[in-house]
């Protein structure tokens, strides 16, 4: 058994719960979507986020071997890693989705 010399309290929610339980709560760990769809700020209402690189959690495209040249896949790629898409993210979700290209 982990050690745990301040005794902290750990409760585990369903984590569509979370928002909604933070009145409650010292902190809580929820993903963004839950954050997102609770009504939460990210740059208000966080005390922590994790950092865009190196990070596993990324979404990523992916395509069958031997199908990553073809043209539609890589215009596809090039659309929505643009600047554009950057923008639209960042203005539509508050700085919680970020772009990991």
Same mark, same amino acid.
């Given at each position: 058994?982990?050690?745990?010399?301040?005794?902290?309290?750990?409760?585990?929610?369903?984590?569509?719960?979370?928002?909604?339980?933070?009145?409650?709560?010292d902190a809580a760990v929820i993903n963004t979507d839950? *954050?997102?769809? $609770?009504?939460l700020d990210i740059r208000k209402d966080t005390i922590? =986020? @994790?950092?865009?690189?190196?990070?596993?959690? %990324?979404?990523?495209?992916? *395509?069958?071997? $031997?199908?990553e040249n073809r043209p539609e896949i890589k215009t596809? =790629? @090039?659309?929505?890693?643009?600047?554009?898409? %950057?923008?639209?993210?960042?203005?539509?979700?508050?700085?919680?989705?970020?772009?990991?290209?």
């Open positions: 058994m982990a050690e745990n010399p301040k005794n902290v309290q750990f409760s585990e929610l369903d984590a569509a719960q979370l928002p909604r339980a933070l009145p409650d709560l839950h *954050a997102l769809n $609770g009504g922590a =986020v @994790e950092k865009r690189e190196g990070n596993p959690y %990324a979404n990523f495209v992916a *395509a069958r071997q $031997g199908e596809f =790629v @090039e659309s929505y890693q643009s600047p554009e898409v %950057a923008k639209f993210l960042e203005e539509r979700f508050n700085g919680a989705i970020i772009p990991a290209w």
